[in-house]
């Protein structure tokens, strides 16, 4: 399995300011997605971060509000623009490993915990 | 991805076996059973997966009925930490995984 971290574990943010959350791997990982969980609801996805090109979003959701990128295969960032209130949630980095003979597992990180004032 | 039902909550006694239920009657025949839970403020852990065949692993076993329409995740003896929420998830190959709302298991002592 991969053991996936999370910077910061959670914030406090003011209306208005922008965060970056980075995620980190402890191995190289072919897929690397973006979920948020607003309080008591399941999981969205948010993208998909592609090493070396765009995201991939899901409906919803806009790289202006949500850039995200990957420079390789064991590191992304996502950045939460111009927030306001509603954007407090859990925000969660998850991969994807290609296993031998299997289909791929998808392992979570521990989540980023934003609140906004 | 095929969309699953499940249960909104389950209860279940301390050191007794729990059985969650999942319906995902329109499954495609290369879509996967996936199944993983999340203890409160934490990230979504992996249990389980299987196609057709019956799975076992250390944290649980995995029964697909032969239509494959629907499956029970089974904690042989749960424990108080077993307390989460728990989410079937029907999932092809490179496809986004969907979570619905899962089942919220309380362990009872």
């Known amino acids: 399995s991969a053991v996936i971290s999370q910077k910061p574990s959670r914030d406090i943010c003011q209306r208005g300011t922008s965060l970056t959350i980075q995620c980190q791997v402890d191995?190289?990982?072919?897929?690397m997605f973006w979920y948020r969980q607003q309080p008591g609801q399941s999981l969205t996805l948010i993208a998909t971060?592609?090493?070396?090109?765009?995201?991939?979003?899901e409906s919803g959701f806009v790289i202006d509000k949500f850039p995200i990128s990957r420079p390789n295969l064991t590191f992304s960032t996502l950045t939460v623009s111009n927030m306001s209130p509603e954007d407090s949630s859990i925000y969660l980095c998850s991969v994807a490993t290609a296993q031998t003979g299997d289909r791929d597992e998808q392992f979570f990180g521990p989540g980023t915990r934003l609140t906004v004032l | 991805d095929a969309k699953t039902t499940q249960p909104p909550s389950m209860d279940c006694a301390e050191g007794r076996a729990a059985n969650l239920p999942c319906n995902h009657s329109?499954?495609?025949?290369?879509?996967?059973v996936y199944w993983y839970r999340q203890i409160h403020s934490q990230g979504p852990q992996y249990i389980i997966h299987?196609?057709?065949n019956n799975e076992t692993n250390e944290m649980a076993s995995l029964i697909i009925t032969e239509d494959r329409k629907s499956s029970t995740l089974i904690l042989p003896h749960a424990t108080l930490r077993d307390t989460a929420v728990y989410y079937c998830?029907?999932?092809?190959?490179?496809?986004?995984?969907?979570f619905g709302p899962g089942t919220r298991l309380s362990v009872l002592p």
């Open positions: 299987g196609l057709k």
């Open positions: 191995s190289q990982v072919t897929m």
């Open positions: 329109t499954i495609s025949g290369n879509e996967y």
């Open positions: 971060a592609n090493q070396g090109s765009e995201a991939t979003y």
């Open positions: 998830i029907a999932n092809n190959y490179g496809q986004n995984f969907v």
